[in-house]
């Protein structure tokens, strides 16, 4: 694994610092790096997708682990440190360079195209097709956490697992139960599609510049079954109801409308359980 003063070195070697604007903050921490590494259970030939790798400190680790990795880098400064560093592995390492999300509610077409290339090629005498699934392991900038985890959890069924670094505030998010601010749309859509676990609490030290916020290891694991099979619907409700979250539901959605069984029109939607808002959406 990189050190701080490699990943400096990389840096400088090519006139660059970090980019506040884009959040890059560099996990130098080899102990939480090892720590996602264990949480994301990997075996050789997994496919993995990595947002935001930096100078590859992570993306080496998990190359070493044998995965056939899809990274995804934003910043164009970074690509010449990335293709040096990445080289090595040959075609298990695939880099593509823009934004990991066409839109807020749809990934890179060329991230896609990239996951379905990277399928490990089957070994004779056993030529049977490879799984589709991948697993997201990153440390993930900040702006993009939200919308990527939601779009992943509800629309891509083939990421089986994520190991992901992300602010605090979106771990406690992702953790919430109903009836506190943290708890909302983000909280349900994903704890709908995944079961949630927080793996471990990163001071701001463990990153080069150091954040001025503590950051979250989170894991999600898609459900076997998930919660709800109308992703899209759920999310319009959460959208329609959480947009106005202080106003009773009889305020939002109607005083005529018909609510499922044990829920009330007085009722405001942080208070109700993730089932509760499945139900509802499938009802209206």
């Known amino acids: ?12 070697a090519h006139g660059l610092r970090p980019k506040h604007r884009l959040g890059q903050n560099f996990l130098h921490d080899h102990n939480q790096m090892r720590k996602i590494l264990a949480a994301a259970e990997l075996s050789p030939g997994d496919r993995v997708l990595e947002v935001g790798p930096g100078t590859g400190t992570l993306s080496e680790a998990l190359l070493e682990a044998g995965a056939h990795l899809v990274a995804v880098e934003l910043d164009t400064d970074l ?4 293709r040096e560093r990445l080289a ?4 298990r390492a695939h880099l593509v360079v823009g934004d990991i999300l066409a839109s807020k509610r749809q990934l890179n077409p060329d991230v896609i195209d990239a996951l379905q290339a990277s399928s490990p090629k089957p070994q004779a005498p056993n030529p049977k097709p490879q799984a589709s699934s991948f697993k997201l392991i ?16 509800a629309d891509h069924p083939a990421m089986t697992l994520a190991v992901v670094m992300v602010q605090r505030e979106v771990a406690d998010r992702l953790l919430a139960k109903p009836g506190g601010k943290q708890y909302g749309p983000l909280t349900v859509m994903v704890q709908a599609m995944c079961e949630v676990q927080r793996v471990s609490v990163l001071p701001p030290g463990c990153f080069w510049p150091p954040p001025k916020v503590d950051s979250s290891v989170i ?4 459900r076997a079954t998930p919660m709800t099979d109308d992703p899209p619907r759920l999310a319009d409700l959460l959208h329609r109801v959480f947009g106005q979250r202080r106003k009773q539901l009889g305020s939002v959605l109607g005083r005529s409308t018909a609510l499922p069984p044990g829920i009330a029109g007085t009722d405001r939607p942080e208070t109700l359980s993730v089932e509760q808002l499945i139900e509802l959406a499938r009802s209206l």
């Open 79 to 82: 690509e010449p440190i990335l």
């Open 219 to 222: 894991r999600l694991r898609r």
């Open 1 to 12: 694994m990189q050190t701080l003063t490699q990943i400096k070195q990389l840096l400088a």
């Open 88 to 91: 090595p592995f040959g075609d």
């Open 138 to 153: 990153a440390n993930l900038p900040y702006n993009i956490a939200s919308p990527l985890l939601i779009n992943l959890a």
